[in-house]
């Protein structure tokens, strides 16, 4: 499989609002208006500073720490479920409607998210394999 990218970090914050502030003046992050929508619907609030992407959540349950979203193309689900499968893996698919994800820990339990925004074609993979 290869991955493209580092896709996104997601931060755990007590309050969202300022920890957006906190990352603009400190580190010049931004909102990323195409993606508010989910902020909106309950999700994190994308931000971004040029290829650096940073997803905040609400921290409510979680311990502290981060997930680590890797960018792949559609077509590397293909490689990837089989994978997971075969190392008797457990993980989840999340439709995003804009990005398909694919979420599992690694053997210290730390989360990793593996999307794409190949979005059409990661769902009739997906929809195949599953």
Do not use: C
């Not at 300022?18 to 999700?43: C, I, K, P």
């Not at 599992?104 to 769902?123: C, G, P």
């Amino acid at each position: 499989m290869k991955i493209i990218k580092i896709d996104h970090i997601h931060v755990y914050v007590e309050d969202v609002k300022q920890a957006e502030h906190w990352y603009n003046e400190v580190l010049g992050f931004s909102r990323d208006n195409s993606l508010y929508f989910w902020f909106e619907q309950g999700g994190p609030l994308v931000i971004r500073n040029n290829g650096a992407s940073l997803s905040l959540f609400r921290r409510e349950y979680q311990h502290p720490g981060h997930t680590i979203a890797f960018s792949i193309g559609a077509s590397a689900f293909i490689e990837l479920i089989p994978i997971l499968r075969d190392k008797k893996i457990s993980f989840t698919v999340s439709d995003h409607d804009v990005s398909m994800s694919v979420y599992f820990n690694d053997l210290s339990n730390n989360r990793i998210e593996v999307t794409t925004y190949e979005y059409l074609h990661a769902k009739q993979i997906l929809e195949s394999i599953i």
